[in-house]
């Protein structure tokens, strides 16, 4: 199962209480759900509306279980931006 790292950001990062942490998981949709496992308090609800990059790529609308992660891989989550 490829490992990686996933980096919280703003909202994301105080919900999950760390900027960054591992992951093991082939999909983006096995990463996350570890992830909301191991902070089961407010991150579940900030990851709903986050958008994603995988290895600085745009996930978008594709479903998380399409999206394949790579060994060594970082994955962006990315909490809506106020301002511009």
Same mark, same amino acid.
């Not at 703003?10 to 992830?35: C, H, I, V």
């Not at 308090?41 to 999206?67: K, N, Y």
């Given at each position: 199962?490829?490992?990686?790292?996933? #980096?919280?950001?703003?909202?994301?990062?105080?919900?999950?209480?760390?900027? @960054? @942490?591992?992951?093991?998981?082939?999909?983006?949709?096995?990463?996350?759900?570890?992830?909301? @496992? #191991?902070?089961?308090?407010?991150?579940?609800?900030?990851? #709903? #509306?986050?958008?994603?990059?995988?290895?600085?790529?745009?996930?978008?609308?594709?479903?998380?279980?399409?999206?394949?992660?790579?060994?060594g891989g970082t994955v962006e989550v990315l909490p809506p931006f106020?301002?511009?």
């Open positions: 199962m490829p490992a990686g790292t996933i #980096r919280y950001w703003a909202a994301a990062k105080a919900a999950a209480g760390t900027a @960054e @942490e591992p992951y093991d998981g082939a999909t983006l949709a096995e990463a996350l759900d570890a992830a909301r @496992e #191991r902070h089961p308090g407010e991150l579940p609800q900030v990851l #709903r #509306r986050c958008s994603f990059l995988v290895d600085g790529d745009p996930v978008g609308t594709r479903g998380h279980e399409t999206v394949r992660l790579a060994e106020a301002g511009g």
